[in-house]
């Protein structure tokens, strides 16, 4: 028996247009640019999430086409993607009817985001005083 991977995690509500066999993919898509960029996952609110990548501008593109790839089959979704100040942020925004899927893509990402750099220097990386 296949499972749908897609729908399991909320990914893929009915509004979706993109066919079923090409769902994983953009799940993996998704899953593999949540590996390598995402540093913070953050939900200001209900219908807002926001992902700081880390910046350079192939993340920065990456992103672009993978986003507007998506609303092309789920014209649900609002992305923005903000570079400013050195820094590089996507924000996806939903209307209230779509938060499942909002929370889906929260765990993803929280769930597949780069770990965080130990900082150099600091306290807990020099041992005990």
Same mark, same amino acid.
């Given at each position: 028996? /296949? =499972?749908?991977?897609? @729908? ?11 066919? /079923? $066999? ?11 640019? *949540? ?19 880390? *910046? @350079?501008?192939?993340?920065?593109? =990456? ?7 998506? /609303?092309?089959?789920?014209?649900? *979704?609002?992305?923005?993607?903000? $570079?400013?100040?050195?820094?590089? +942020? ?8 779509? /938060? ?8 993803? +990402?929280?769930? @597949? ?8 220097? @600091?306290? +807990? ?5």
């Amino acid at each position: 028996m /296949t =499972r749908d991977i897609a @729908s399991e995690w909320g990914w893929a509500p009915s509004a979706c247009t993109l066919p /079923t $066999i090409g769902r994983p993919l953009r799940l993996a898509e998704f899953d593999a640019l *949540f590996a390598e960029a995402v540093q913070a996952v953050r939900r200001p609110g209900r219908e807002l999430l926001r992902l700081e990548l880390a *910046f @350079s501008p192939e993340h920065a593109a =990456r992103a672009a086409e993978l986003t507007a790839r998506e /609303t092309g089959c789920c014209s649900f *979704f609002t992305f923005t993607l903000t $570079i400013a100040d050195g820094g590089l +942020a996507l924000e996806v925004a939903v209307p209230p009817a779509h /938060t499942e899927v909002l929370d889906a893509l929260q765990a993803r +990402a929280t769930a @597949s985001a780069a770990p965080a750099p130990a900082v150099q220097g @600091s306290a +807990a990386s020099r041992g005990p005083a």
